[in-house]
């Protein structure tokens, strides 16, 4: 049971990855001002 939870939280973790990856691509591509600059921007989860 233990394994399949973990499993279950990765595909999650991983679901919020990529769903954050695609916000910060659409943000980029529609060049809204971002409250820190790009070169800046927090690592995201998964890269």
Known sequence: MATDRGQHVGVDLARV???L???A???DE???PA???T???PPIIGD
């Open 17 to 19: 990855a990529a769903v």
């Open 21 to 23: 990856r695609r916000i």
């Open 25 to 27: 691509y659409d943000i």
């Open 30 to 32: 529609l060049a809204v």
């Open 35 to 37: 409250p820190w600059p």
């Open 39 to 41: 070169w800046t921007r």
